[in-house]
């Protein structure tokens, strides 16, 4: 049996930058949009197995809000598969304890897409069995100086500036958690302006594996690796228990 690490039975708070879904699809000589398609099942997958494997919040980036810049039919594509996959999934949220939250800008979202999210949210407000949230026209730095704003100058601590957060995100009243697990598909390593200040100790996960092909062994494995990792914030590694037969003189002689 291996030895379990001290953060092994905590709750973790997942958060994925689901990308590669254009290269799947050029890859097979289809258009993009099939490739965003596929990535709302892969999406699905992933939300289906979370909470058995230990995650209490997964927040998954849908579209930043740097993706405005993409040709406008992928836009609306994009658009348009949102609220579908919203509409879709939000019964079997309901029924398995699931709670849908966005975080974003909502004022620029198509108001059918905006109303989906509104209704999934007053839905499984209630589910306690995983938190999810859907980043929607999503910028961390947008976000941040809004928080900082909100916040004034004489805001005095990280957990009042958090509050704060959370309420330009669209959760007025409830910190962000922090991300534990960071998780990019793809290939690509980097941020994207996804979470920056809840991703301050957060365990970064880097995979090739494209969006649409990533399932329930890919998750499987991320979360192998994370518990695996040394989280030490900073600190050192706690010391081994002590063994039952423990003298505090031996100690000091040692
Ligand atoms: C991620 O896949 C989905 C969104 C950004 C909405 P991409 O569309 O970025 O796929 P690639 O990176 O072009 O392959
Ligand atoms: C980040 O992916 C945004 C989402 C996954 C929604 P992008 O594909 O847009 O990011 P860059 O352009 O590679 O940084
Ligand atoms: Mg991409």
New binding site residues.
């Given amino acids: 049996m291996t030895q379990s690490t001290w953060h092994e039975e905590k709750p973790v708070h997942a958060a994925i930058?689901?990308?590669g879904n254009g290269r799947w699809a050029t890859a097979r000589g289809m258009p993009r949009i099939a490739g965003h398609r596929e990535g709302v099942e892969a999406a699905r997958r992933v939300i289906e197995v979370a909470p058995d494997l230990g995650i209490r919040a997964l927040t998954l980036?849908?579209?930043?809000a740097?993706?405005w810049k993409r040709p406008a039919p992928e836009v609306s594509g994009l658009m348009a598969l949102v609220e579908y996959f919203v509409r879709r999934e939000v019964e079997r949220c309901e029924r398995q304890g699931v709670e849908v939250l966005a975080i974003g800008r909502r004022d620029r979202l198509p108001r059918s897409v905006r109303a989906a999210i509104e209704e999934a949210e007053s839905r499984t407000r209630r589910g306690t069995r995983l938190t999810l949230r859907v980043?929607l026209d999503y910028s961390s730095r947008d976000a941040l100086v809004e928080a900082a704003a909100l916040a004034g100058p004489d805001c005095a601590s990280r957990e009042a500036f958090a509050y704060a957060l959370a309420s330009v995100q669209g959760t007025p009243g409830r910190r962000l958690p922090d991300v534990d697990l960071l998780i990019r598909t793809a290939g690509?390593q980097?941020l994207?302006d996804?979470l920056l200040w809840e991703s301050a100790y957060a365990e970064l996960h880097f995979t090739p594996t494209l969006w649409p092909d990533f399932g329930e062994q890919d998750l499987r494995a991320a979360m192998r690796v994370y518990r695996q990792r040394n989280r030490t914030f900073g600190g050192l590694d706690p010391l081994p228990a002590l063994p039952a037969a423990y003298n505090g003189s031996q100690r000091r002689l040692a």
């Fill in positions: 930058i689901m990308d980036y849908a579209f930043s740097d993706n980043a690509e980097r994207s996804f």
